[in-house]
């Protein structure tokens, strides 16, 4: 018996060492591994434009730029209120503005106007209104481009915007005073995209 045992040892042997050589792939067959193809990025403008498509916005394309988004939200009475959307490449910085507050040149009563807008930008959840240096009244929201903004995010910091707009425009265009109305241009994307950091 044990003669048998020694016989049939090498035959096992064998066919295990054949079992494990035809399980290998041979390489030249199996080929290089698929890498799956990274999704293509989305330009500043395409990743807007995804996150407005939520809100029930219009883009105004003939004002938007590649790094700046002119957007109409539409307001329950009927109007409208346009808040753009600037990607500041050198401070890598979303901004979110809106004008259309009116203008602080022929004011009534400056000191009230300003003594308004920093009592609002102390009540106001996010983002702060400020006087440009056309003395254009704005308001604006910066997010840290570095983080990935959901659209969760998004859409919470524009519906907010909107509303603070919406329930404080009346105010400030009644503290300015008659004159105030007669200067209601359309928002000024421009400067938007170009505004530095103002002091209110």
């Not at 079992?19 to 403008?45: N, R, Y």
């Not at 979110?96 to 106001?124: C, H, P, R, T």
């Amino acid at each position: 018996m044990s003669k048998m045992l020694i016989a049939t040892a090498p035959i096992a042997i064998a066919l295990i060492a054949g079992l494990a050589i035809a399980q290998q792939t041979d390489p030249i067959q199996a080929g290089p591994p698929k890498v799956p193809k990274p999704a293509p990025k989305l330009t500043f403008t395409d990743r807007m434009k995804q996150f407005l498509q939520r809100t029930g916005s219009t883009i105004d394309d003939s004002k938007s730029t590649p790094d700046m988004v002119v957007s109409n939200y539409p307001d329950a009475k009927g109007g409208k209120i346009t808040i753009v959307l600037v990607n500041d490449r050198r401070r890598n910085l979303l901004g979110f503005y809106i004008y259309n507050f009116g203008n602080m040149k022929g004011a009534a009563n400056k000191e009230a106007v300003y003594q308004y807008l920093l009592a609002a930008n102390d009540s106001i959840t996010i983002g702060s209104f400020f006087v440009d240096g056309e003395d254009d009244i704005g308001y604006k929201y910066l997010v840290s481009g570095a983080q990935a903004m959901t659209q969760a995010a998004f859409e919470s910091t524009y519906f907010t915007m909107a509303a603070v707009a919406r329930e404080r425009k009346p105010e400030i265009r009644k503290l300015l005073g008659p004159a105030s109305q007669k200067d209601d241009k359309p928002a000024d994307a421009k400067r938007a995209a170009e505004e530095k950091p103002p002091g209110v």
